[in-house]
């Protein structure tokens, strides 16, 4: 990786560092090409620090940009991560292709995945990599670090399998960025990124239900770090029966959300034995939303909600292109970021 981050001392920007804001950190990055979806990009890509977006390309705009003013590099830089994002994007489209001709499929939306990245623990050092590939929604290949080889759920898969297990050279180089240039650039982030990282964003809290039958919803948005706790109290007890956790998904500014359903009695929607608790790491006073009626305002100590008629107003922004699930998914010479293995 050239640029400013190449001409600094990695061992001392990180000497007595700080890192006690989390235990485990990441750093993550996703491919997705797709076809058969008119007016939206063929290719995405983008980059997650301990869940935040740091770098995005798209075969619109045909530009790697930073996420995060902190991650702005010079121009030259950002010019050399687009031409291996290009470059990228022209072995994904082919790989959809060659995925079709095996599969026996003509025309309709697929969409060909990787997900890689590493996993670094600051207070016990350990550390992890993966490397996966899916094509439409399900697991492709998988890198298995330990025995060094890949992985092929499926049978089609297996030729690709055969082809990269053979090729030893392309399997070290993916474990040593996995297990040692992924961890150091993720240190070198979370030290560029430290103040950002570090913040507390509190969450405001709604309580929203589609008629007096369906499940209510506890929805927590805006908050910052990812690790929320989520959950409903009954009568001070936390209810585990007849709920159901959403995942906790990004938010464009960088915060998080997250929604937690509910099935109660219709009896007791107003019996103000019910309340939703959203806990957030750093933060003693716990946010609490009491189930009420559709009439009365919900009292508590984080941000009051209603119950309404409708979910109206709730923007979820799910990991999903154009309806296609994502599955669930720095450098070289030059870049941050690990090669894709261009023969398929």
Known sequence: MEGTYMNMNVSVLLVNQDFCYAATHSLKYFYTATSGIPHFPEFVTEGLLDGLPITYYDSNIRRETPRQDWMAETEKYWDEQTQISIKTEKSFKGNIAVAQQRLNQSGGVHSFQRMYGCEWNDVTGATDGFNQYGYDGED????????????????????????????????????????????????????????????????????????????????????????????????????????????????????????????????????????????????????VTRLENTNQAAEGSGSSGLIIGAVV??????????????WKKKKDAKKGFAPANSEY
Not at 208 to 228: D, I, M
Not at 314 to 326: F, S
């Open 140 to 287: 492709w290949l998988t890198l298995d670090l330990k025995n060094r080889r890949y992985i092929a759920p499926v049978e089609k898969a297996a030729i690709t399998k055969y082809k990269w297990d053979h090729q030893k050279g392309l399997i070290e180089r993916d474990i040593n960025y996995l297990t040692q240039d992924c961890i150091d650039w993720l240190k070198i982030y979370l030290v560029f990124g430290e103040k950002t990282l570090k913040r507390t964003v509190l969450p405001s809290v709604s309580l929203l239900q589609k008629s007096p039958s369906s499940p209510v919803t506890c929805h927590a948005t805006g908050f910052y770090p990812r690790s929320v706790m989520v959950f409903w109290r009954r009568d001070g007890e936390q209810v585990y029966e007849d709920v159901e956790h959403g995942e906790v998904l990004p938010n464009e500014d960088g915060t998080f959300q997250n929604s937690v359903h509910l099935t109660v009695k219709l009896e007791d929607l107003d019996s103000r034995r019910y309340e939703c608790v959203v806990q957030l790491p750093g933060v003693q006073e716990d946010f």
């Open 313 to 326: 107003g709730v923007l979820l922004l799910v990991a999903i292109v154009c309806g296609v699930v994502i």
